[in-house]
């Protein structure tokens, strides 16, 4: 067992379900993005462990509340 297998438990049953689900070229490739090229395509944590690198955090969110939501207007269809 690798030391990332044996701090990360979790992540890495996740990671190999990810594998076998969506192959493990495309998974491997993803991570290897991330711990090689620092870009953010892969990040995890697990018991104060980290690998691969976090999404960059939002400059502006909008919340439910200040959405306004309408019912689209029906089209006059009579021609």
């Known amino acids: 067992m690798t030391a990332a297998r044996a701090a990360m438990p979790l992540v890495t049953a996740w990671i190999d379900s990810l594998r076998e689900a969506f192959g493990t070229d495309l998974i ?5 993005a991330a711990t090689r090229d620092g870009l953010p395509t892969f990040h995890a944590s697990e018991a104060g462990h980290r690998v691969g690198v976090p999404l960059p955090e939002v400059g502006r969110g909008v919340t439910a509340a200040q ?3 309408e019912k689209p207007k029906k089209e006059d269809r009579r021609g």
């Open 67 to 69: 959405m306004v939501i």
């Open 28 to 32: 491997d490739g993803q991570i290897r």
